[in-house]
């Protein structure tokens, strides 16, 4: 049997219990950026915890990436928008203010989060990316589950609001706001003011995060760490599995292997079943419950 069908059984038969239990989704991201990390995400679907992925529609393997998840009914697929370190949809001479001549964003997202308010074209130019991204998701045929950022760039206001727009004519109806528990001062008036505009627009988003601090690293131990600290609400765990390390040099130093057997472990399978209710992505009735 499906190991999913565990999971929506037991979420069928506890969705009274609901809201006084936390809620959580357990996502791989990067999904498409190599088979290697393909395979781990179908593995991961399969045979452990693993209910969402996002998906990087201009990466190299994400035409095998789409593929696995239309034989995946287990798994809620998502954008993963790629506006920094990775490949656009659009060439170059479409938007030669965001890339390089192979088609490539950089990483300077501090510099280039300052240009999007600056500059009108520069604008222009990424709401047409973004909207490149969403139709090259929606070619895909799969139920758009969530929108996420890349290294969450989708937290820069301007960003935010292309992907509001933009998203609704592509039933966009939930987005990953980047709030781990902990998280700097700085960086809580952003989230404060990205919560206000989610919850206005009426789009569905998670209360924490986790896989910010831990990024590359969440293996076992880590994981069984985060489950025994749940907090109340809808969590989202974030993981880069793959099946080999070593997958791109934008992910030096991450332990994708360690992530994918934790997805697989029988000590977080167990975990998860003594506290709290595994959702299937965005998309599972559960996961909206208030």
């Known amino acids: 049997m499906h190991d999913w069908l565990f999971f929506t059984r037991r979420a069928a038969q506890e969705r009274c219990d ?5 809620r959580l989704i357990i996502t791989a991201d990067d999904y498409g950026l190599h088979e290697a990390v393909n395979e781990a995400v179908e593995t991961a679907c399969l045979h452990g915890v693993l209910g969402a992925a996002s998906l990087m529609v201009a ?5 095998d990436a789409i593929a696995r998840a239309r034989r995946l009914p287990g798994l809620a697929v998502g954008l993963h928008l790629v ?13 030669p203010d965001l890339v390089d001549a192979h088609g490539v964003f950089n990483s300077a997202m501090v510099r280039n989060g300052a240009r999007f308010f600056l500059l009108p074209r520069l604008r222009r130019q990424l709401a047409a990316e973004i909207r490149a991204q969403f ?6 045929g799969l139920l758009l589950d969530h929108v996420n950022g890349h290294k969450h760039f989708h937290l820069h206001p301007t960003v935010l609001s292309l992907v509001l727009s933009i998203g609704r004519e592509f039933g966009l109806r939930a987005v990953r ?21 989610l919850d206005k627009a009426g789009i569905a988003h998670n209360d924490h995060v986790f896989g910010i601090r831990e990024s590359g690293g969440l293996d076992e131990t880590v994981l069984l760490g985060i489950l025994r600290d749940l907090p109340d609400g809808l969590s989202e765990v974030y993981l880069h599995p793959a099946v080999r390390d070593g997958v791109a040099s934008s992910a030096a130093g991450y332990r994708h292997t360690d992530e994918l057997a934790a ?10 079943a003594g506290c709290c209710l595994l959702c299937r992505g965005y998309s599972d009735p559960a996961a909206v419950c208030s």
């Open 18 to 22: 609901v809201v006084t239990r936390p």
């Open 135 to 140: 139709e090259a998701f929606a070619a895909t």
């Open 263 to 272: 997805l697989l472990s029988t000590r977080v399978r167990d975990a998860i």
């Open 83 to 95: 506006l920094a370190d990775g490949a656009a949809v659009l060439p170059p001479e479409r938007i």
């Open 177 to 197: 706001l980047p709030s781990e528990p902990g998280s700097g001062p700085w960086l809580r008036p952003w989230l404060a003011l990205m919560r206000r505009r």
């Open 59 to 63: 990466a190299p393997a994400a035409a």
